[in-house]
């Protein structure tokens, strides 16, 4: 699962988000009756971790390149190399007179710009998409848009790479994966890829609407959940499944 919009109602200020009981309930039940149960962030992996609170699930961060597992935070050697590039580009970045409400957040592997807390979101994504775009092509980097926010970052280490990389290493048969964002829809369109590239394999994916902050484009995805909310319901009515 995603966290933020999925298992977390997005909040204006990242730092205040949290992550629904019920949802973190069913994680849990569910860890102890499937072989992965994972979280899949932009945020670091420590975040997600922090948020989430469980042990006995895997974190993993930064969209995909950094993965959490017994206390240790591991990057993955194909985003180190991309770490000047980023680190300039955060630079540069910071030097704009930017327009009111916009907060940059400097991430391991990434640099993110919100814009939530602007007076007129339209304008200001325009503003932003104008500057951003051929600054991250500049670098070498890529430009994400996501729910009032751009992310430039590594290109291709997302998390359609990072769901790829999981199911291969761990040797998957079956996955569901809970997403709401367009980084998400990388995940669901590895998922559909993997699935019909093979016999026995299973592969579900679930975009989360919230007519609230609707993604730039819609999700393409097998089912659709109703908020955070109808993330709670479906996530403890699989964990009683399980049992
Ligand atoms: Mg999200």
């Given at each position: 699962v995603d966290v933020d919009g999925t298992i977390s109602p997005i909040a204006p200020d990242p730092l205040s988000a949290y992550v629904l009981p019920g949802c973190r309930l069913a994680l849990e039940e569910l860890s102890q009756h499937v072989d992965l149960v994972g979280v899949l962030s932009g945020r670091t992996a420590q975040q997600a971790r922090q948020m989430v609170g469980l042990d006995g699930i895997e974190y993993w961060g930064g969209h995909g390149v950094l993965h959490l597992a017994n206390g240790t935070v591991r990057m993955a050697p194909e985003a180190e190399r991309f770490l000047s590039a980023v680190t300039d580009a955060r630079r540069e970045i910071e030097s704009w007179d930017m327009p009111p409400g916009v907060l940059i957040e400097p991430k391991p592997t990434a640099v993110a710009v919100h814009y939530?807390?602007?007076?007129d979101h339209g304008a200001t994504q325009t503003w932003l998409s104008e500057r951003l775009a051929p600054m991250a092509r500049a670098r070498g980097l890529e430009l994400l848009p996501g729910r009032m926010v751009f992310e430039i970052r590594p290109p291709g280490l997302g998390k359609g790479w990072c769901i790829q990389r999981i199911i291969h290493e761990r040797g998957l048969q079956s996955i569901v994966y809970i997403g709401d964002d367009q980084t998400d829809g990388e995940a669901f369109a590895a998922i559909h890829s993997w699935r019909t590239a093979g016999p026995n394999r299973v592969g579900v994916t679930v975009a989360v609407e919230n007519v609230e902050v609707p993604p730039h484009e819609p999700l393409t995805a097998d089912f659709v959940l109703s908020g955070v909310r109808g993330v709670e319901r479906a996530l403890l009515s699989l964990a009683v499944r399980a049992r």
């Amino acid at each position: 699962v995603d966290v933020d919009g999925t298992i977390s109602p997005i909040a204006p200020d990242p730092l205040s988000a949290y992550v629904l009981p019920g949802c973190r309930l069913a994680l849990e039940e569910l860890s102890q009756h499937v072989d992965l149960v994972g979280v899949l962030s932009g945020r670091t992996a420590q975040q997600a971790r922090q948020m989430v609170g469980l042990d006995g699930i895997e974190y993993w961060g930064g969209h995909g390149v950094l993965h959490l597992a017994n206390g240790t935070v591991r990057m993955a050697p194909e985003a180190e190399r991309f770490l000047s590039a980023v680190t300039d580009a955060r630079r540069e970045i910071e030097s704009w007179d930017m327009p009111p409400g916009v907060l940059i957040e400097p991430k391991p592997t990434a640099v993110a710009v919100h814009y939530r807390l602007a007076s007129d979101h339209g304008a200001t994504q325009t503003w932003l998409s104008e500057r951003l775009a051929p600054m991250a092509r500049a670098r070498g980097l890529e430009l994400l848009p996501g729910r009032m926010v751009f992310e430039i970052r590594p290109p291709g280490l997302g998390k359609g790479w990072c769901i790829q990389r999981i199911i291969h290493e761990r040797g998957l048969q079956s996955i569901v994966y809970i997403g709401d964002d367009q980084t998400d829809g990388e995940a669901f369109a590895a998922i559909h890829s993997w699935r019909t590239a093979g016999p026995n394999r299973v592969g579900v994916t679930v975009a989360v609407e919230n007519v609230e902050v609707p993604p730039h484009e819609p999700l393409t995805a097998d089912f659709v959940l109703s908020g955070v909310r109808g993330v709670e319901r479906a996530l403890l009515s699989l964990a009683v499944r399980a049992r």
